[in-house]
């Protein structure tokens, strides 16, 4: 872990760390237009592309994509306040049955409860996967 993220850490005292990967802008943006303008997102929220820059044991919330490299073990280890987000069956926000003609739409499946998403353009992979992690941010805020 590099020492100016950790500083940053200790600093920003965030709600919320998400593990983005390559992500973190889009993952941003969307994070913002779900909460408003109105919403601090870089004062409430910790975005980082690895989980190594991440010390335990957290106090926080920490959202991961469970399609990345050891996010099931981190999951399994430090239970509580951590949510995940993918397209595995075992992710807690799981994107499903997407269809993409034009345009994408998918479900999100969250405590068995299902959410349809209609996307205005055709949209992949990553712009789900940063829906889901913007959901995830959201319902922690309530």
Request: hydrophobic fraction near 35%; proline fraction near 4%.
């Given at each position: 872990m590099n020492i100016f993220s950790r500083i940053k850490s200790i600093w920003q005292k965030p709600k919320v760390v998400v593990v983005a990967g390559d992500d973190i802008e889009m993952i941003k943006r969307i994070v913002s237009q779900i909460l408003g303008t109105s919403f601090k997102v870089e004062k409430e929220i910790l975005f980082v592309d690895d989980?190594?820059?991440?010390?335990?044991?957290?106090?926080?919330?920490?959202?991961?994509?469970?399609?990345?490299?050891?996010?099931?073990?981190?999951?399994?280890?430090?239970?509580?306040?951590?949510?995940?987000?993918?397209?595995?069956?075992?992710?807690?926000?799981?994107?499903?049955?997407?269809?993409q003609n034009g345009r994408t739409n998918f479900k999100i499946n969250y405590q068995g409860n299902i959410v349809p998403v209609w996307l205005k353009n055709g949209f992949g992979q990553k712009e789900i996967s940063s829906v889901l992690a913007a959901v995830a941010v959201g319902t922690v805020f309530g």
């Open positions: 989980v190594k820059k991440i010390s335990f044991p957290l106090k926080n919330y920490l959202i991961l994509d469970y399609n990345s490299d050891g996010a099931r073990k981190i999951k399994d280890e430090n239970p509580s306040k951590i949510l995940t987000f993918g397209f595995q069956e075992d992710a807690d926000f799981r994107a499903s049955d997407i269809i």
